[in-house]
């Protein structure tokens, strides 16, 4: 697993009400407590989960005090503020214990919670697209090592490497102006979309083994990306 200067890169606001704006700002230090404990370092998981927490705190604050449309009549943003300090105390408790692959599943929890905020409310930012990828690149990565070694399961695999070429192409598209225009993310994204294309080509060819390949050279370029700007 590779090793990043977490959260270094705090990405200007992307949405148009402060709330949305203090979510993605908060979703910086949270990224890298999401990858610290993944990585297994705990001295490093437990400062970056303080730093979410305290961050955390600033947005509900501001929902207390400056309530904004889209979210100000939704009753599920008290049960997203209540949730996620929840799921942080949880995974600071974890941490302490030395227990880093529990902390990661439980703040894992974090990023659907605010996912659904954002989905109920009819926001998207990037990191929808980021988790839409995500969740693809981890089914296939389930999968796909199955998919290979069965009768038939090749035409599976063409079909998952292309959903995920896709949303590739939806981290491409979909990014903001500032981050288009950032030699640092042309660089990560295009890992990412070399990875794809060299799966994608693996399938078309139907060489096993250079599937098996490709299939375990895909997550890294996006951990890279999405620890910077997911």
Not at 2 to 24: F, I, M, R, S
Not at 55 to 64: F, P, R
Not at 172 to 192: D, H, I, M, N, R
Request: with cysteine; glycine share 6%; aromatic share 8%.
């Amino acid at each position: 697993m590779l090793v990043l200067a977490a959260g270094a890169c705090a990405w200007p606001a992307w949405a148009a009400d402060p709330v949305t704006d203090a979510l993605q700002k908060a979703y910086v230090p949270y990224r890298a407590a999401l990858f610290k404990t993944n990585a297994g370092q705990a001295g490093e998981s437990a400062e970056a989960l303080k730093q979410a927490q305290q961050a955390w705190a600033q947005v509900t604050q501001l929902v207390k005090s400056q309530p904004t449309v889209p979210y100000a009549n939704d009753a599920l943003m008290a049960k997203t503020l209540t949730g996620v300090d929840g799921y942080y105390a949880v995974a600071a408790q974890q941490v302490a214990a030395g227990k880093l692959t529990d902390a990661h599943a439980t703040l894992e929890s974090v990023r659907d919670l605010l996912s659904e905020l954002r989905r109920q409310n009819q926001v998207i930012v990037y990191s929808d697209h980021m988790n839409a990828y995500h969740a693809q690149m981890e089914h296939l990565l389930d999968e796909g090592p199955k998919w290979l070694q069965a009768d038939g399961g090749l035409p599976k695999l063409a079909a998952q490497a292309g959903v995920l070429n896709y949303l590739a192409g939806l981290l491409a598209s979909e990014a903001t102006a500032a981050a288009q225009s950032s030699p640092e993310f042309k660089e990560l994204l295009g890992a990412v979309t070399r990875s794809v294309e060299a799966l994608n080509a693996a399938v078309a060819a139907g060489d096993r083994a250079l599937i098996e390949k490709a299939i375990g050279q895909v997550k890294a370029p996006y951990s890279k990306l999405f620890i910077k700007f997911g």
